[in-house]
């Protein structure tokens, strides 16, 4: 093992959203701070995926789309939706209140970097009595949530603006860096090694790895005999519809909607709603193909179609262990039946239960 090559008082593994926030939060309240970001994938200027003029995925490794700065949330839609009563868990982490405080903390930093001033939502109450009314009578509950919507390419802008803010405030950043393993002395992160074989130093270490690195950071706690808590398996489709059927949309960017089912109560719910968006083909490393959605800012992109998730979020109890791991092979499961891609069903052949790929 080589010798230490350089100390900080804080690295951050992970140059997506939670790892931004986190660089930004501590320099702004401890501008002195030596702070080094890892991140495995490349700078924010550097990362295009090819198959958005080729249409054909060639595999980059690491992937374009979900890793470098801004991590999987540089390309994604950017709805920030601004209420606890959605999203993960926070609020039973932090408290509701805490939790209400730091999303509007967060969102006032995407106010300054450039986010659209216009919230979905809060407006016109009665229509969305009447939509609350008609989820009622449909068995379904209406969860209030209003949305800012950055937009697919306005929210790269952001992103860049914020990784040219960190870098003049004087945080460091190793791109093409992948973290291997953690140090830990005496029950004490101490430092990471990474690929090259680096060994970076500082008395706080923040893993802010996002799905991307989930499960290489479940072996690192694994190995080195760190207690995990199991989380919740979300499996679904994506449904596309004209914009015209999504009557929704006149009211609400984004209707989210949950379900429970009468023979097993699971939760069934819509996710991630794309009004006049696209559906996106996703690859992960191992070649799993997933789909996402996304919707541009700009007139000149908008499709006429609202994509959408429904989802059915499971907690399963001990012994299981590996929701990352089932939802993966579920997911490869369908693959396999389409020579690696994604299943495609229309809504005529839907009864009929015929697929395409
Ligand atoms: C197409 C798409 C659309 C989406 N739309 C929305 C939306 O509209 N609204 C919303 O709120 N969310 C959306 N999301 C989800 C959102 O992008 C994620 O919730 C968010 O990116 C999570 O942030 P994160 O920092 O926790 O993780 P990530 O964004 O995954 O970032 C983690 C980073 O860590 C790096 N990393 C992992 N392991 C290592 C390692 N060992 N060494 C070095 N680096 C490592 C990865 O390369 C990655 O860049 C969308 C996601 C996608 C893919």
Redo the contacts with the bound molecule.
Sequence with gaps: MKEASKNYDVII???????IFCAYELIDKKPDLKILM????RPIEKRTCPKRTTKVCVGCK?CS????F????A???????LSPDVGGNLPEILGYDKTVELLKESDNIYLKFGADTNVYGVDKQKEIQEIRRKAINANLKLIECPIRHLGTEEGYKIYTRLQEHLLEQGVEMEFN???KDIIIEDNQAKGIITDKDEIYEAPEIVS??????SD?FSHICGNHGIETKVGTVDIGVRVEVRDEVMELNKNLYEAKLVYYTPTFDDKVRTF?TNPSGEV?T?YYENGLAVV???AYKSQEYKTNNTNFAILVSKNFTKPFKTPIEYGKHISQLSNMLCDGRILVQTFGDFPERKTYN
Excluded at 75 to 81: E, I, M, Q, R, V
């Design positions: 593994i992970g140059a997506g959203p939670s790892g890892i991140e495995k994938g690491p789309i979900t890793t470098g801004a991590g999987a949330g390309f994604s839609d950017g709805k920030l939706s860096t992948m973290v802010a790895i996002g799905r991307e690195g290489w991630c996106a996703e996402n959605g996304h």
